[in-house]
């Protein structure tokens, strides 16, 4: 059914309100109007306003992620945070930085760069137009999270609009903070459905003075998996341990920072550790980046691109389950991720969507069944409208219900797109 | 429902051993750690399962009796004080160790064991479980959970909430849902964990949590350093911090801390003015290293005398001076009351300073004793309750330490959690726009507020009514009461 949305209506909101563009669809999905609010009173008002004609609010950073998640139910207006983009206030002493949810994120790590500071966050390398809103509301996070976990750790304050135009906040600019419910981090992941994240408070970790990669060679699962064991059960403290998986090279490598001292003594121990394993050896920065085509798959390529997630220590059992599904059916995947918290990103290729289609469905299967879970990240609507992005929900299904239905009764907000389909 | 009904229902499922009633023996259970509230509650249960719990819940909720968990009533906000006409669920008897789970590094355990248990179950093997708050010894994991604790050793290793993979919990209708990812990291859906977690009890009963353990460090290193004052030991602090040292660690303590602690667990502590204490762990070389650049930072801010841990005996007693701080106050002073707020780092100074005014304009001493590298304060204000209007005096004293905090961008908790104590200042730190849309979460989990009500939120908004601006409560509009 096509809504006639009143476009003047918005326009006495906000000044940029402009047509949407093939280019702004989700998911094949067709906006109307793309608006772009530059205050949180704004975005109250285009929420509100939505609320009162009936139509529906996907709000948009730097676009990078739009393909994650179900197709929408619908999307008439596009909310882009990208006017709101400054860094609201950065005290390095605190250790605490304060951000508009549609700041870049690299333009944000870039300042904190300066102050020797970082939010201890590498979501893809790729992703160089993310915004600090849409890493936030998809809860994205990168090798990094071995050592200091994922978004909803870091995030230590958050100010929201709510689908009833409320303007909330939750934490604040100190670490340590037990004032209240963490909103934070429930919108932390949330992709959009709860309200509209403008703001977006950090803890703040000092960049490590020296970094280098020890990487192992591997050529089975069990192989991997005990690489990753022996470093995950070490004393060696690495930031990352990942794994890479494709046709031609097979590592698993560890990220080790810390000052210069440290880092030899680690590296030693690393390789020490490894080399019953395979053969081992030390990567700079720039070999590091060049070990392709391993960085995460981000879809780029078109291919369908699954997160899967066990119990760490069946790493072997996951790269089999993943590897087994594809081989079988002549796709082509390669494999990355986070060894040691049990992450497999991959890029699924091939012409069949058929195939595809079962392959994802069979590793699924058997991930659910022991524990785990495989969500799409990004695949093409036509395979959307066959597999459902989330998979199954556990007996939790009912509360997220009832979040959803007090945060946004109405369905404004990105309807269709998260867990079971809310 | 009649008690006597109510009694019988409850003995029905926990047999008579599960149940208290006789008022001498409720009395056990009036308060938790923070003892100037009491309130006994109407009946106490003691369920032995998640089952238990289950059935105890359903019987609230259909008779629409608040009920309120506890652990082993360490807290120190009253949030685990009974509710008058409530059932107090008390967990102390789910205390298994449910899996230990080395080779994912994890492990399962029911609310009530003891957080200390959980490192000692797995010290062997050479892993810990980090979250070390001083209660560590008697606080029970349900209760952490509950308050999001945190300890000396979070600057490092963060709080309960980043320690804890999965829970298992009951809510306010009897629901069992599990939530988090339980083994395996990352399932898809809200942060519902992330939301429970810190919740104070009042979103459900956890039955079951799954924790994540750690590999002990390869090397520890603590020293202590005495100054003349708080400010060349903030000094020092801010000189560690701006280093890019992240220590395990870092305590303060002013001169009358450090003075009733020598009277009472005596650690031979220098007399100083501010003394720090400054923990690194991690990789040898990596700590030997940076061991040195604190050393010469506490030099450089002036330090009298440091002090190097040489054995594993003398960081214990490094440790228990600064832990015993709180206890020890009892030899200097009859009553006290411990403030709990945060500010940033950088404000510490100005805060500390102002707090030192305060004392003076209120007539009652203030003791400080802190988690420095966090910003998160402990100021003992001092009074005696025998003699006529200190206790008030002390309380006034201690709401002005917390506006205080909150003036320099800090918050009104860092680790003991609202409760009934804070609930009063949250209109101070949160508009009610921000506390309504805390209780739109509370609505989802537990739409009639039977779970541990009347803690964290002032006047909350009931689930029934409609969204819209905020009205004022009856009782306040007709002049009866005033809201902080």
Known sequence: METKLNVQGLEGIVE????ATGADAIDGVQPQVVVEPETAEQVAEILKFARSEGVSVATRGGGTKQGWGNIPAAAEIVLSTERMNGIIEHEPGDQVVRVQAGAKFSYVQQSLFRANQMIALDPSSKLK????????????SGPRRYKYNTTRDLIIGAKVVLADGTIAKSGGKVVKNVAGYDLGKLFTGSLGTLGVIVEANFRLHPLPEAARTVAVEVETPQQAKAAMMALWHSQVEASAIELHWGAEKKLVSALLESIPEGVEAKEEQAHVMLKSIGEVR????????????YPRPDGSGG????????PPAELDGLIEVLTNATDRRGI???LRGHAAT???FSGFSGNDEDALVEAVEEAREIIVRRGGSLVVREAPASFKRRVDAWGPAGDYMELTKRVKEKFDAAGTLNPGRFLGGI | MEREKLIKAMEGILGERGVIHEREQLRTYECDGLMNYRVIPDLVVLPESAEDVQRIVRICHEEGIPFVARGSGTGL???AL?????LLIVMSRMRRIIEVDLENMRMVVEPGVINLHVSNEVAHENYYYAPDPASQSVSSIGGNLAENSGGVHCLKYGFTTNHVMAAEIVLADGEIVNVGGGKANDAPGYELLGAFVGSEGTLGIATKVTLKLMKKPESVRTLLAAFGDLEEAGEAVSGIIGAGIVPAAIEMMDSQTVAAVEKTVKPGFPQAEAILIVELDGPQAEVDSQFQRVYDVCETAKASEIRIAESDEQRALFWKGRKAAFAAMGSVANDYYVQDSVVPRTELSKVLKRIGELSEEHGLQVANVFHAGDGNLHPLVLYNNENEGEGERAEALAGDIVFACLEHGGSLTGEHGIGLDKKKYMPKMFTEDDMNTMQLLRCAFDPHHLCNPGKVFPTPRLCGERPGPWKMHPIQKAGLAEMF
């Open chain 1, 332 to 334: 082509t995947a390669n």
């Open chain 2, 82 to 86: 009974p509710v008058e006409s409530g």
């Open chain 1, 342 to 344: 049990g992450i497999i």
């Open chain 1, 303 to 310: 291919e369908v691109v699954v997160k899967a997630a066990l």
């Open chain 1, 282 to 293: 030390s990567l700079n920065d720039e070999e590091y980046d060049e070990l392709g085509p």
């Open chain 2, 77 to 79: 906000s009253g949030g």
């Open chain 1, 129 to 140: 137009e993310a915004t600090v809103g849409g890493v936030v509301a998809t809860n994205d």
């Open chain 1, 16 to 19: 940029n309100v402009t047509e």
